[in-house]
Every structure is written in C-alpha cells, then in structure tokens.
C-alpha cells in the first residue's frame, strides 16, 4: 500500500435491526465514503458476528441476522462490487490475530472501557471472556488490513483508541522502527449525529438492545409506524428555539433537531432559523416527513434483498475470498514478529 492510500474498514454486529443512530452515525460514512474512493483505495465493511458471541445469543438468529444486516447494508448503498463486504466468521484471520495481539493488550485497559462497564453492570464475574477481550478482537479487525480511517459513531470512539495503543505497543515491542508491522488506525465519527439518542429518554443512546421499540427508528419500520414514534417521542412544551444556545438543557429537542439536520444535510442553525419559534406540532411531522423519504426507497431495496438468500451468501463469499487475501500479508508479518514458527500455508 502506497502511503497515501486509504483503507477503510468498519463493521456492525449481526444483532437485531438496523437503527437510525447506525445510519447516521456509521452506514451513511461507509457509503459516502466508498462512493468517494479513489483508484487504489479500499473500503472494507463486516458483520461483526464474531463478537455477537460474546452475549448470549440464539445460534438460528444469529445466522439470520447476518444475512438481514447483510442486505441492509446492501439496501443503504453498501455496493459489494465497489467495496469488500463479508462476515469476520468466514475470514479465520481476525481470530488469529486477536490471540496474537492478547499478550500485549493490557487488563487495565480492557478494564477502563466503558462498553465493558455498562454491558457488565454489578455482574462482572458473570460475564463472559469474549465480553472483557471484545475490544481486542476489534482492533484485529482493523489493524489486519492496516486500516487507515474506521468510520463510527461516538461510541466506538474509546475502542478505537485502545486499536491504537494496541498497535503502538506491539510496534514498539516487536517491530523495527523504520518497519512496523501495523498502521495506527484514525477513528471518523460524523461531525453531526455521532450519538443519536433515544426516542423515550434524550440522555440514552438509540440502541437495539433498548427493550422498547418506540424507543428508536428502525430502517424497515413503515411510514406509519415512524409517523408514529415521531409523534409519541418524548419533547417539552416550549417551542424550538432560533439559536443552538437554546438548546441547551433540553436534550430531547437537540437529539430531533439533530436528526433533522442530518437527514436534510443542514447545519442546526439552518434549521433553526426555519422553525426557530415553532412548537413540536408543526416540527415533528416535518422530521417524520424526511425520514420517510429517507427510509422508505432503503426498505423498499431491503424487503426485495430478503426474498434471496442465495445473492447474499455469494455476496459474503465473494466478499471473505477477498478479505482473507487482504488479510494474509499482516497476519504473517504478526506472527514473524513474535517468533512464532507458523504453519507455512
Ligand atoms: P454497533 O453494531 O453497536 O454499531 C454499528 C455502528 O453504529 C454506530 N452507532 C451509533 N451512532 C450514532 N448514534 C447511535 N445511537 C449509534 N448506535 C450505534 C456505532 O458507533 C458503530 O459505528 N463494536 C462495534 C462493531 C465493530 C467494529 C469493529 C466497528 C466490531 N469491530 C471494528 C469498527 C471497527 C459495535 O458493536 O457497533
């Protein structure tokens, strides 16, 4: 790789449906992005179902919820002629590399991630293994193909720094300066709609393991439904302000101006000159407006991928084929930096 090409490579876990807070956040990255790639440059996207695992999980779901993440993230505009979409199951590479990268990640910083402290609450010897090493197997997913930027939202922001301590580390303890053996990945979190919030509570993140479903838009919910939990989301009685400053404090307003923002690719103060003074009565059936138009061509182009199994499973075959060939020359040079005797293969 030559040193001004980009490698981008991002993933998403196999669990549950796609919400608004990914697309924004994320999947609309991974599309601008690859429909921005200049000859030489690559764009690498996965289903994180390796990491699915390290919650408990029901085997039949998980399979289906590969392939439907899959088509959604066909049906948003991933072309997986243009950039290499597969599930990390199918590429043994990741898993390798994160046994080769555990001795020098450190407890304390596995320790310090905050993912980690919320998934395990009070019952942290209850939890599995894979939950406390999960940062680690992503920052294999990333440093194998010497990623250059990892498009995410906010939250994946910590785990991308640790890819890099990760990184630096092994570097230093086993590279040769002038030839190490991973590059130091840039995380790229939208400037706007970084962490999209809940619909019910301004101060959670929209997520799919919040029980409730009005709590978020999910790509394939239909006109009515998003019409729906627009109107039910939760706002206060004041109208929208003319400045951002005034929205300061009151978090469930900023998270549906937000979302309006992104959606219409308008700065905030944009659209607050526009409904500045305006109460939620006329705002929210102008923010359930947009998403329709948004949602309902990606859904339309979901519902048709689902009736074929067979195009997604070569597209995730196609796809491995060509990460596992991506992946082989770093996989190599790791386990040469170790002194580890590999298999010649
Ligand atoms: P996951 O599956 O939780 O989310 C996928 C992407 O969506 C973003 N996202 C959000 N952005 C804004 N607002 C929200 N409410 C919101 N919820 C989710 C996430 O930041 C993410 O970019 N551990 C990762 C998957 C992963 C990964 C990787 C990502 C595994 N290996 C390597 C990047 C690089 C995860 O669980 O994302």
Redesign the pocket.
């Known amino acids: 790789m030559s040193a001004d090409t980009l490698r981008v490579?991002?993933?998403?876990?196999p669990t549950g449906n796609l919400h608004l807070?990914?697309y924004?956040?994320?999947i609309r990255n991974w599309v601008r992005m690859q429909n921005e790639m200049e000859a030489g440059s690559e764009c690498l996207f996965f289903l994180?179902d390796l990491?699915a695992i390290s919650m408990s999980h029901d085997p039949v779901e998980l399979r289906r919820n590969t392939l439907e993440m899959a088509a959604a993230l066909v049906a948003c505009g991933i072309d997986p002629d243009r950039s290499v979409l597969f599930n990390q199951a199918q590429v043994p590479a990741h898993a390798e590399l994160q046994w080769l990268l555990m001795g020098t990640a450190r407890m304390g910083w596995l320790g310090r991630m905050t993912q980690w402290k919320d998934k395990a609450g009070k019952n942290r010897e209850g939890q599995s293994v894979a939950l406390y090493a999960y940062p680690v197997l992503?920052a294999a997913?990333?440093l194998l193909y010497q990623a250059t930027h990892?498009p995410?939202?906010?939250?994946?922001k910590q785990?991308l720094e640790l890819a890099r301590d990760i990184a630096q580390k092994f570097n230093n303890d086993f590279a040769d300066d002038d030839r190490p053996v991973f590059t130091l990945p840039e995380p790229f979190i939208p400037p706007q709609?970084?962490?999209?919030m809940s619909l019910r509570d301004g101060s959670a993140?929209?997520?799919k393991s919040d029980p409730s479903d009005m709590s978020r838009i999910n790509l394939t919910d239909d006109a009515d439904t998003v019409m729906k939990k627009i109107k039910k989301a939760k706002t206060d009685p004041e109208p929208l302000p003319s400045e951002i400053d005034g929205l300061e404090g009151r978090t469930e307003a900023l998270n549906l101006v937000t979302m309006y923002s992104a959606l219409t690719d308008r700065k905030i103060d944009h659209v607050l000159a526009e409904f500045g003074g305006k109460g939620f009565g006329t705002f929210k059936p102008a923010l359930g407006e947009v998403l329709v138009e948004t949602l309902s061509p990606i859904s339309e182009r979901f519902n048709a991928l689902l009736r074929d199994d067979e195009f997604i499973d070569a597209v995730l075959a196609r796809g491995a084929a060509k990460a596992r060939e991506r992946g082989l020359p770093t996989l190599h040079a790791a386990y040469e930096a170790l002194g580890l005797l590999r298999h010649p293969g």
């Open positions: 490579v991002s993933g998403i876990q807070g990914n924004l956040g994320a994180a990491h992503q997913d990333v990892v995410v939202g906010d939250d994946q785990h709609a970084a962490r999209i993140k929209m997520s």
